[in-house]
């Protein structure tokens, strides 16, 4: 079975400040999706990670997949209260039609 | 644009009730999927169906029952509800095809097992 870990599950901050989140696993995912969620509403995708090594910027954000595509990391450049909510990550396996969610990492930003 | 619409919202059951949540989408989308989400154990798979006519069984199908009615509709049936069960169930659809392609949610159905 295929596991996401993802750090810290709790994550609470001023306003301002940097962060950054990590999924890890001990397995190869062929791609991975970062979702956020907000209260009250479902999941919705931020960016997938294709390749090796691979860096894609969202404006403040920045998501990395890591070179063996076992881990991926999204950093948080001046954090806004905007930015609250439930950070998922997901790893998807080619062929497959499901994907493997990480625990996720609820992020608080405080003004 | 609704995307995928569930129903209930909420829901409150005595142990040993049955009820089914309703999901649909109209994104033409081949692959439905159920979902439950508790706290901190992030979003686990119930159940899901990569094209109309399957179903195939995800992490945690027990007390569960599912149906694909037809392309655009995927229900999922509690039998004989159980306080475990308390919980928020999302419903998900995408386009089958490559596997990184995103999995669009809806709102979620709030349920609580007395």
């Known amino acids: 079975t295929q596991l996401l870990e993802q750090s810290p599950q709790f994550l609470s901050i001023q306003e301002g400040e940097n962060l950054t989140v990590y999924c890890n696993s001990s397995?190869?995912?062929?791609?991975l999706q970062w979702y956020r969620q907000e209260p009250g509403e479902g999941p919705v995708l931020l960016v997938t990670v294709v390749t090796g090594g691979e860096v894609k910027k969202l404006k403040r954000l920045t998501f990395q997949f890591g070179d063996a595509r076992k881990d991926s990391s999204l950093h948080i450049t001046a954090a806004q209260p905007g930015d609250t909510g439930l950070y998922l990550c997901?790893?998807?396996?080619?062929?497959?039609?499901?994907?493997?969610f990480g625990q996720g990492t609820r992020l608080t930003i405080n003004p | 644009n609704a995307g995928v619409t569930q129903t209930p919202k909420f829901q409150v059951l005595k142990t040993g009730q049955s009820m089914t949540l309703q999901c649909a989408q109209d994104?033409?989308?081949?692959?439905m999927y159920w979902y439950r989400q508790d706290p901190g154990m992030g979003l686990r798979l119930i159940y899901y169906s990569a094209s109309e006519g399957t179903t195939d069984k995800g992490e945690v199908p027990n007390g569960y029952n599912v149906s694909r009615l037809n392309k655009r509709e995927f229900s999922l049936r509690l039998e004989s509800a159980a306080p475990s069960q308390t919980s928020v169930y999302f419903c998900?659809?995408?386009?089958?095809?490559?596997?990184?392609?995103?999995?669009?949610f809806g709102d979620g159905t709030r349920l609580s097992i007395l």
């Open positions: 397995s190869v995912f062929s791609s």
């Open positions: 997901a790893g998807a396996n080619q062929g497959a039609q499901k994907l493997v």
């Open positions: 998900a659809s995408k386009r089958t095809g490559a596997s990184n392609q995103p999995q669009h």
């Open positions: 994104m033409n989308h081949n692959s």
